[in-house]
C-alpha cells in the first residue's frame, strides 16, 4: 500500500467515526479520482391504508371513510353521510378508471372520486382543473382491494368563475399511469 492509499484509508475511518461525510478515492494508484457515496434512492409514496370505516378528514372539513363496499364521505355542507359503491357492477374492476364527484362550497371546493383496475402500486394523482392543477391524496383498504379513493380540496377562484376538471391521473411508483378520467 503506498503512502497515498494509507492516508486515504486513515482518512476515511477518521470521518466515518466522527461521522462526516466520507469521500473514498479510486482509480490507479497515485490518482486521487473522488467516488462520492449516492443518496439513498427515494420512494415512491403509496396510498394511505386505512382499515374499513376508518375516517380520515382532508384540510376543509370533509370526512372520508371505506368499507368493503366502497367510498363513504360526509362534507361540512352535506353532514348527510354520501356512498359511491364499488360492488353495484357500475364499475369493472379489471378495466383502469377513476370517477369524480365535485363539491363546492362558499369558498372552497372538494374533488374526489374511485380510482381502480390499474396495474401496479397506486402513488399519486394529479388533478388538472380550469383553475390550475392540483395534487390529491389517495387512500386505500389492507390487501389488495383493487380500488381506491383519492381526494383534494382548494379554494375557489377568486374570479367567481368556479372551477372545472379536465382530467385525473393516478400514477404509480414509478410514474406509469395506474388509471386516468379525461373530460376536455
Known amino acids: 500500500m503506498t503512502g497515498m492509499q494509507k492516508y486515504v484509508a486513515a482518512t476515511a475511518v477518521v470521518l466515518a467515526l466522527v461521522g462526516a461525510p466520507s469521500a473514498a478515492y479510486a482509480g490507479a494508484p497515485g490518482k486521487t479520482t473522488p467516488v462520492t457515496a449516492q443518496p439513498a434512492a427515494k420512494k415512491a409514496p403509496t396510498a ?6 376508518e375516517h380520515v378528514v382532508d384540510a376543509g372539513g370533509a370526512h372520508f371513510w371505506l368499507t368493503e363496499e366502497g367510498k363513504h364521505w360526509t362534507t361540512p355542507e352535506n353532514p348527510e353521510p354520501q356512498f359511491r359503491s364499488v360492488v353495484d357492477g357500475n364499475i369493472d374492476l379489471g378495466t383502469p378508471g377513476v370517477g369524480v364527484q365535485v363539491e363546492p362550497s362558499d369558498d372552497r371546493v372538494l374533488l374526489s372520486g374511485v380510482y381502480y383496475g390499474g396495474r401496479g402500486t397506486a402513488s399519486s394523482v394529479t388533478v388538472r382543473t380550469t383553475a390550475g392543477t392540483l395534487h390529491g391524496r389517495l387512500l386505500e383498504l389492507a ?7 383519492w381526494y383534494v380540496s382548494a379554494e375557489l377562484p377568486a374570479d367567481g368563475d368556479g372551477l372545472s376538471v379536465r382530467s385525473v391521473v393516478v400514477r404509480d411508483t414509478v410514474g406509469r399511469v395506474y388509471s386516468r378520467l379525461d373530460l376536455n
Do not use: F, Q
Open 48 to 53: 394511505r391504508i386505512v382499515a374499513p370505516g
Open 143 to 149: 390487501g389488495d382491494p383493487g380500488w381506491g379513493v
